[in-house]
């Protein structure tokens, strides 16, 4: 046996125990009661290649092989035995095999004998439901027949004329229900016997409705449809009657019917056309000729005034009514469907130009009339959820249609818009008077952004379901505006108009224009951030925390943006006025013509241009618009940051000055040292004269001590300019190099 063994490989002298498997391989899984070998290859799958899946499974196939030979050696005398001793198995199967059949025969009868008797259960409950289909079928025909009977019997039992509030007592025995009685209101008995009959006819409805299609319904159906009509007509003349003598309790069975046959339409549009109608055509005739003397062609706030007069005192008993507390009348709506109704169709009619946005002034004023109108039909609902039906009724939101709040909100961002960019396109500054008050705005650009901005906010312009358009229009105002001014500051920094058309005011603009520029800026920012800001929250107080913010964040952004151009405008103003300073500052080419090539001795005091050089400056602060408009803070800055740049650029022209003296005067040295060689006279130049240079230098001193004194007289320390410093150093005589003063 054991050739059956498989022999090992001659290569695996150091591998693994030939009957060793990998981790993955579980051979209790064979074992298990639901082992599927498709879900078990297919899990091995994901992380197993086939190649090496097959390898294993033949593997353990060859594995088992040799488990089975090596059981059938062990026990090899058992299982020769075996053969042996299995004698007469035939018979003992036979024995076995008769009482087998025999039970199952009996089975197979019993089966067949509840089959049948299931069968029979199966029928008879199949026929007793047809039967009970069939009579219910059967009673609701006859419930049918007798209601229908029953309606046109109570139908019968109405008079011919409905006025009943007119019938005397003598006619009160008409109803042979025993309705009416001695001292009864017969208006109320006929309300009451409507309501009854429409009672009858929901539960006719209802029937029909689950007996369609049958013959006999069908062969009904006249029958219905007559009583139905006599019924509505019957009904409307009741609620008619009723209106109009405010019989309550006949309003409220008459409802009640007309709920009950859910026509709640009718009931509605008889109250426009009998109370509603005749009110408001008083106000709002249909026709031109039957306006009202003295009416203010298309405004409608007086007319409300006098429909809401009418509503009290016409139309409240009705919507009182209809609004009880479990009257189960909630399914009516009077107020839009009758009251709306009839004002919408009054105004189309009579003063259509109420709904046209052409005139915005007019329109507005009518559209928040109308809100107040209807604020004030919301206030008759008894409930929010009554607000709310009252809101999703189609009347309701057709008559919010008719205010084109889009077009409108056009036309006012032409106009406001307009305005600010017609005043944006002058091409110098408006100055306006400000009247001695110099805390106002100084120009008319800037009066009308604050009055564009403030127009976009006002209560004769603004419409609080357009607050996100006009909060968008304001901050393109203000962008607007923003760009004018930065398209104006580059376009003078570079000397033309260039690309950016309606800058023409800043390049012909003087430095005290600028001043009215900066002070405009200051009071805009200020605005933004504080009056102009307040009014637009509390306008808009009834947004979440979340928009306010928004909204505040979004103006206090252009109020930074505006804020932000203030250094271009000093930078701006400082140009200007270096620009004119340097005009002084070029006569210092004249010291070399001065001393040069002269017997002129030291100079003892400044040249005459030095006073001329901070004048320009000095004018500037000391002028109205400064002295008046020029903050504190701007006017420190704008003085230091002058003074700086003339400083700066008298060390340049100092200091070339000074360079090119000296490079000429060592070249007028050796040109006179190779003269006198070729003389042949002594080459020993006498140093006790003081050479052109010198001069020119001690000129230069003398000139920025007087420099500096000016500077001292209008507030600057000239020792803290850096280029100061520098000049000092560049002109000072070598023994006073380490100390300014003057």
């Not at 020769?80 to 299995?86: D, E, G, P, R």
């Not at 019993?110 to 029928?123: E, F, G």
């Not at 920094?493 to 224009?513: L, M």
């Amino acid at each position: 046996m054991a050739d059956l063994l498989p022999p090992r490989s001659p290569t695996d002298i150091f591998g693994d125990p030939i009957d060793s498997q990998p981790l993955w391989f579980k051979k209790g899984a064979f074992l298990q009661e639901n082992f599927d070998s498709e879900a078990y290859i297919a899990d091995l799958r994901t992380f197993v290649p086939f190649d090496n899946l097959r390898s294993e499974l033949q593997s353990h196939l060859s594995s088992l092989k040799h488990e089975l030979v090596e059981l059938i050696n062990r026990d090899y005398g058992d299982f020769v035995n075996l053969s042996t001793k299995l004698v007469d198995v035939d018979a003992a199967i036979s024995r076995m095999r008769a009482p087998l059949t025999e039970l199952r025969e009996k089975i197979l009868q019993y089966r067949t004998s509840v089959q049948s008797s299931l069968a029979s259960l199966q029928n008879g409950l199949r026929q007793r439901a047809e039967a009970s289909a069939a009579r219910e079928i059967l009673e609701l025909l006859l419930d049918t027949f007798h209601v229908v009977s029953k309606v046109e019997k109570l139908i019968k039992e109405l008079p011919t004329d409905l006025s009943i509030g007119d019938l005397t007592s003598t006619d009160k025995g008409f109803l042979s229900n025993g309705y009416a009685v001695n001292g009864t209101n017969l208006r109320e008995t006929q309300s009451i016997l409507l309501e009854r009959i429409a009672s009858e006819m929901n539960r006719l409805k209802f029937y029909m409705a689950h007996a369609q299609d049958l013959p006999f319904i069908e062969n009904m159906e006249k029958r219905v449809q007559s009583a139905s009509s006599l019924l509505d007509a019957s009904l409307g003349h009741c609620f008619v009657d009723a209106l109009e003598n405010r019989d309550s309790n006949a309003i409220y069975n008459c409802l009640r019917a007309y709920a009950a046959i859910d026509n709640t339409n009718s009931a509605e549009e008889i109250f426009r056309t009998t109370i509603v109608s005749p009110l408001i055509q008083k106000v709002l005739p249909h026709s031109s000729s039957e306006a009202v003397i003295g009416s203010r062609g298309d405004e409608l706030e007086e007319d409300y005034q006098q429909i809401m007069q009418y509503i009290d005192k016409e139309c409240k008993f009705l919507l009182e009514i209809s609004s009880s507390a479990n009257s189960g009348l909630h399914v009516f709506d009077f107020l839009a469907n009758s009251v709306l109704k009839e004002v919408l169709l009054s105004i189309q009619k009579s003063k259509p130009g109420a709904f046209s946005p052409g005139r915005p002034t007019e329109f507005l004023r009518n559209y928040k009339s109308s809100l107040g109108f209807l604020a004030y039909l919301e206030g008759s609902c008894p409930s929010r959820s009554a607000v709310a039906k009252f809101r999703t009724e189609a009347v309701y939101i057709e008559f919010m249609k008719q205010w084109n709040i889009g077009v409108y909100f056009s036309l006012r961002f032409q106009e406001i818009a307009g305005s600010l960019d017609s005043a944006l396109v002058a091409t110098s500054l408006t100055p306006v008077s400000t009247e001695g008050n110099p805390q106002q705005l100084t120009l008319k650009q800037s009066v009308t952004l604050l009055e564009s901005l403030r127009s976009c906010w006002g209560e004769d312009v603004l419409v609080l379901t357009c607050s996100d358009k006009f909060l968008r229009l304001s901050l393109q105002l203000l962008s607007r505006y923003s760009t004018w001014l930065s398209w104006g500051l580059a376009s003078r920094k570079a000397g033309n108009v260039g690309s950016n058309p309606g800058s023409e005011w800043a390049i012909s603009a003087i430095p005290e224009d600028f001043i009215l520029v900066m002070h405009d800026i200051d009071y805009l920012v200020n605005e933004l951030g504080n009056d102009f800001l307040n009014h637009v929250l509390r306008l808009l107080a009834s947004c979440s925390i979340e928009v306010l913010d928004l909204v505040k964040q979004s103006l206090l952004q252009c109020g930074r943006s505006l804020k932000d151009l203030v250094p271009l405008i000093l930078n701006t103003m400082i140009e200007a006025l270096v620009e004119k300073s340097v005009e002084d500052l070029r006569q210092l080419k004249g010291i070399t013509a001065t001393f040069r090539m002269t017997n002129k001795p030291l100079p003892v005091r400044h040249s005459p241009y030095v006073s001329g050089v901070l004048r320009p400056l000095k004018s500037f602060l000391d002028g109205e618009r400064a002295t008046t408009y020029l903050s504190e803070e701007a006017r420190k800055k704008l003085l230091l940051g002058t003074a700086t740049e003339i400083t700066g650029r008298y060390h340049e022209l100092a200091a070339d000055l000074v360079s090119v003296a000296r490079r000429t005067e060592t070249s007028l040295q050796r040109i006179r040292q190779g003269a006198q060689r070729r003389a042949g006279a002594s080459s020993d130049i006498s140093d006790q004269n003081v050479s052109d240079t010198d001069k020119i230098c001690m000129q230069l001193f003398l000139d920025i001590q007087e420099y500096g004194r000016n500077l001292a007289a209008i507030g600057v320390i000239a020792a803290d300019i850096p280029a100061y410093r520098s000049l000092w150093q560049c002109v000072a005589p070598p023994d006073r190099q380490t100390t300014i003063k003057f």
